[in-house]
């Protein structure tokens, strides 16, 4: 009973923040301000998922997105923005 209280709490707490963005996006202005507000909820939570800095890599994105190509934007992902995101993308790719 305690275990699935504690299961279910964890369970809740994981998915707030999404909660939370999801009532956001009805009152975002327009459907490309809701689209653009979910790729940034998506960004951070890739940047958590993968232990990454959330400020340290948009900041580093947006120094550095003006001088990429467009066929690398893929480096820019939060996943490969640490060492330890540099092997999980090789993983995915190879």
Known sequence: MLT???VRNLAENAIRPLAIGRKAFLFAGS??????TAAMYSFMATC???GVDEQQWLTDV???IQSHKHKNLYQLLPITGSSTGNRVFRRLVN
Do not use: F, T, V
């Not at 459907?31 to 653009?36: D, F, I, L, R, Y």
């Open 4 to 6: 699935d209280l504690l």
């Open 31 to 36: 459907h490309q301000a809701a689209e653009m």
């Open 48 to 50: 958590k998922k993968n």
């Open 62 to 64: 947006l120094e550095r």
